[in-house]
């Protein structure tokens, strides 16, 4: 694919013949805010720090008494569905192809009455919980369901277009020589996956679990070394157009300072695969994956980066790792703006492993990715100790930088 330096991915829009439209994006900043914490997986409200009033939509002062002291909280989401309706109309383009479309307004036990999509399972009177999740823009998007009964995330057509349920998708893993690209065969396997890509530098060579992937139905190895651009290249005219899931697990952490031997030569080589690995990789695949998102009913699809929690803070005994992986990150952040609106979620993963991986640590990682697959979040976090580094890191990181130096 050879685009304009200038040129980002074609999104939907009236010129793009017959793939579906994009929500409008959000604009303010209460919207990014909304957004941001939906992307976790959290509903946030705000609330004023001199009265306790909560209110939503998001004001600029509080309408009890007026301070402009106001906190976002994160609620649990849990209230009363007072009214529901079904729209048959609509003058936007992109629900439109949505309708019939139920809609709902719930009164939180915190006070404030929030519009929702309403899942199947939800009617008039009902005790419901809202949950927050990200559209196809970027918006934060609501949706409530009973109470009283589980209801499968998977199992409704507009839940489908905010998540990405490894049933029936076709899925291309970037490193399964590791056991954490063999855990994350296993997970879309079990739960689902039409078609799994084993992706490896070279599927002649024997590595750990190689026999247990070969017997796996609908599983094929696949040659993809990502230090090639050709090699990337010739898998994604391959499979490309066919992919629902990428999941790219080539991210690994090395102990090692900036000062000590061998840390240019290391870097080098880690860099060909964890940062240009990770363009060669977007640069194949994303616009096929962006086709098949957008072109086919209201179905997303997903890309997953794996990273250390490190790729958000610098810790000098793994300082030059760490570097690359925040590049990459960085990347990710680019790839996120570039999916947008396209219909493919991008989905970070961080976890807290040291570099020494074991399949009972590859197996959580694994069952979080899914988690957040089945739940449409953008963001993840697996372990006590990235979840404590990644809250600190939200709350001040210039704080959690030096806190680090000292372990
Ligand atoms: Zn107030």
Not at 235 to 254: M, P, Y
């Amino acid at each position: 694919m050879v685009r304009d330096r200038n040129s980002r991915l074609k999104g939907p829009g009236p010129c793009s013949g017959s793939v579906t439209p994009a929500p409008p994006r959000p604009s303010s900043h209460a919207a990014f805010v909304l957004a941001a914490y939906a992307a976790e997986g959290s509903l946030v409200l705000q609330h004023c720090d001199e009265c306790g009033a909560v209110m939503y939509p998001p004001r600029e002062i509080c309408p009890a008494c007026l301070s402009d002291g106001l906190s976002w909280r994160a609620e649990n989401g849990d209230g009363v569905l007072i009214a529901e309706t079904t729209l048959y109309s609509s003058t936007s383009a992109y629900f439109r192809e949505r309708l019939p479309l139920r809609v709902g307004a719930i009164r939180l036990d915190v006070g404030p009455v929030i519009a929702a999509h309403l899942r199947m399972n939800a009617h008039a009177g009902d005790r419901v919980r809202v949950t927050a999740v990200t559209d196809r823009s970027g918006n934060a998007a609501f949706i409530a369901s009973a109470q009283r009964e589980r209801c499968d995330m998977g199992e409704e057509t507009l839940i489908e277009e905010f998540i990405c349920h490894p049933r029936n998708r076709n899925v291309l893993i970037t490193n399964v020589s590791t056991p954490t690209g063999l855990a994350m065969v296993k997970s879309m396997r079990d739960h689902g996956a039409r078609q799994i890509y084993a992706g490896c530098a070279d599927p002649s060579i024997e590595f750990a679990g190689k026999n247990v992937l070969t017997e796996m139905q609908g599983v094929s190895l696949a040659a993809l070394d990502l230090r090639s651009s050709s090699s990337v290249a010739t898998l994604a005219r391959q499979i490309g157009h066919e992919l629902d899931i990428l999941i790219n697990t080539s991210h690994s952490l090395r102990h090692g300072s900036i000062t000590c031997a061998g840390s240019y030569e290391a870097a080098r080589s880690d860099a060909e695969i964890e940062i240009f690995g990770l363009m060669r990789l977007f640069e194949a695949f994303a616009e096929p994956m962006r086709v098949k998102a957008s072109g086919v009913g209201l179905t997303s699809g997903a890309w997953v980066n794996i990273f250390s929690i490190y790729a958000l803070a610098n810790a000098p005994s793994c300082g030059v790792s760490a570097a690359l992986q925040a590049g990459a990150f960085s990347l990710s952040q680019s790839m996120r703006a570039e999916f947008a609106g396209c219909g493919v979620k991008l989905l970070n993963v961080f976890h807290d492993n040291d570099g020494a991986e074991d399949s009972r640590w590859s197996s959580a990682v694994a069952a979080a990715t899914l988690d957040g697959l089945c739940r449409g979040l953008e963001t993840v976090v697996v372990g006590v100790r990235a979840r404590d580094i990644y809250k600190r890191w939200r709350e001040d990181p210039s704080v959690l930088e030096r806190e680090l130096v000292e372990q």
